[in-house]
């Protein structure tokens, strides 16, 4: 039997002992609480007989006085008189009535019958007394007199005594009983809660000292089973007879020993297989590593080329710039501003080589940065100014949304016009043709929010993880052949970053990209 079983059936019959005796107790407490009403009940009407005797005896002994021995003068009221006893009829009625209610039966309604008898015999005496009194005040006091002394005689000193007499005696036995009745009910109370704790007791007992001998036997052999596992010993197996829990378990640990044996061959195979693997992983590693250090190696020297290829033309450039625009000759105003141009696209010439060191030195782990107030829309407002002459020249239109208000942020206003120019251009690289570029600046959730949407084809999914690492570029200018290092967006993540924001790729409504860089905002104070 399992001990789950055991266990169930131990608990039913203490429950049933337990409900067994709370119901005894409770129907005994409910019929003691019964005697115990009936008990205050009787005393309650026994105290009201012996009320209404003392009224009665007395009025009637004052009438004895005043009527037959007295000198004709009456002292007593016979109305109050006759009101007082009255009252104490009603109140032992009432008590008589509860008495009934509680346990109705032939002595109850027989009582009744006797206190109707009694009332009636009273009232009868009272009227007869009162109807003598008015004759001895008629002056009719011989007749008087016999007449109280026949009634006083015949019918109180012996009706009415004998009635009041026997409902008192019946007002007594009715208390005895109840209180007997108490009595018995608290004996058998004691009685059954005595029985119910030995039964509980022996079926405690005997439940403990079953499942203790089957809990020390199963103990004794799974711990010596246990031991012989854990000393390696897996070929020993528990014997435990029986089908309770302990057997199952023996039979899972002879089950598991056999399972770590197999267990144990197969790892030796592992852990050899896996040396060989580890050997040859530790050379395909140390490859990669040379390889890796070799790579970065190129990188570092590709940053240090560009910079030194592309300052001497800049400079060029900007130096023959100046000293046109510097001649008294004249010009038409349309070369001027040509010039104009000239100056400030190699001012932006300077700016990328200025980024190409940027990354170079974020690669080293020495990027500095200036960081102020900025009003985020003032230095989006700028990067796409500098973009409009280049977007003309690619027949592109650039839309622009400000925002409402200050979006206040700490950054480089420089970089951040940068990284506008970054996205834009990015626009501008990956279109074929004409492209709608909207830039706009918004603030949501505490952070303010750049974005820049462009019609182009967009950028495939498959290059999105990557297309913010250096030197990635994206599979469609691959496929074009398209010029560019790979370095715009990697340069936007790092301007992004060290502005404490983040900058992810998805697609815009137009079908093309999106780019959105957040950004925290500067907490503005709380108004007083």
């Not at 001012?347 to 080293?364: C, G, H, P, Y």
Request: proline letters at 2%; one cysteine or more.
């Amino acid at each position: 039997m399992l001990f789950r079983t055991k266990f169930f059936i131990a608990y039913a019959a203490l429950t049933a002992v337990a409900i067994s005796t709370a119901l005894l107790l409770i129907v005994s407490t409910q019929r003691n609480d019964a005697n115990h009403l009936r008990s205050s009940l009787a005393h309650e009407s026994l105290s009201g007989y012996f009320q209404l005797s003392a009224s009665v005896f007395r009025t009637f002994k004052q009438a004895r006085r005043d009527l037959i021995s007295g000198d004709g003068n009456f002292a007593f009221d016979f109305g109050q008189a006759a009101q007082d006893i009255t009252v104490s009829l009603n109140q032992i009625d009432a008590t008589l009535h509860r008495e009934a209610a509680l346990a109705a039966n032939a002595p109850n309604l027989a009582t009744l019958a006797d206190l109707t008898l009694l009332r009636h015999q009273i009232t009868a005496a009272l009227t007869e007394i009162d109807s003598a009194a008015q004759m001895i005040r008629r002056g009719e006091i011989a007749a008087g007199r016999e007449k109280a002394v026949a009634v006083l005689q015949g019918q109180v000193d012996v009706k009415i005594a004998t009635l009041i007499q026997a409902a008192t005696t019946a007002q007594r036995a009715e208390l005895s009983q109840a209180q007997s009745e108490i009595r018995r009910m608290q004996s058998f109370a004691q009685a059954t809660a005595w029985a119910a704790m030995l039964i509980a007791i022996f079926l405690s007992a005997a439940i403990f000292l079953t499942l203790l001998r089957r809990l020390q036997i199963g103990l004794r052999a799974l711990d010596m089973g246990a031991k012989a596992i854990a000393n390696n010993d897996l070929a020993y197996q528990i014997t435990l007879p029986g089908r309770d829990e302990f057997s199952a378990v023996a039979q899972s640990f002879t089950t598991m020993a056999q399972q770590i044996q197999v267990k144990q061959d197969a790892l030796e195979a592992a852990k050899q297989e896996l040396e060989q693997r580890v050997a040859e992983r530790t050379a395909a590693l140390t490859a990669a590593l040379a390889e890796l250090r070799e790579s970065d190696t190129l990188r570092r020297q590709f940053f240090a080329d560009i910079g030194h290829e592309l300052r001497t033309p800049v400079s060029a450039i900007r130096g023959e710039a100046e000293v046109a625009l510097r001649s008294k000759s004249a010009r038409p105003a349309a070369q001027a501003a040509a010039l104009r141009t000239i100056v400030s696209i190699t001012e932006e010439l300077t700016t990328t080589v200025s980024d190409l060191f940027l990354i170079a030195r974020e690669m080293a782990g020495v990027l500095d940065f200036r960081a102020e107030q900025v009003n985020l829309a003032h230095a989006v407002a700028l990067g796409v100014e500098q973009m409009q002459s280049l977007s003309l020249q690619r027949e592109a239109s650039i839309a622009v949304d400000l925002g409402q208000g200050e979006i206040l942020i700490h950054g480089d206003r420089g970089r951040l016009a940068q990284l506008v120019r970054i996205l834009i251009g990015n626009a501008l690289e990956h279109a074929p043709g004409s492209v709608a570029i909207k830039v706009a600046v918004a603030r949501q959730d505490g952070q303010a929010l750049l974005s820049v949407c462009d019609d182009g084809p967009g950028i495939a999914e498959q290059d999105w993880p990557r297309i913010f690492e250096r030197f990635v570029k994206g599979s469609e200018r691959r496929q074009t052949g398209r010029t560019g290092t790979g370095l715009g967006l990697a340069i936007a993540r790092s301007i992004t970053a060290a502005h404490g924001g983040t900058i992810a790729v998805q697609r815009s409504s137009a079908g093309g990209a999106k780019l959105l860089a957040c950004f925290p905002l500067i907490e503005e104070p709380a108004a007083l």
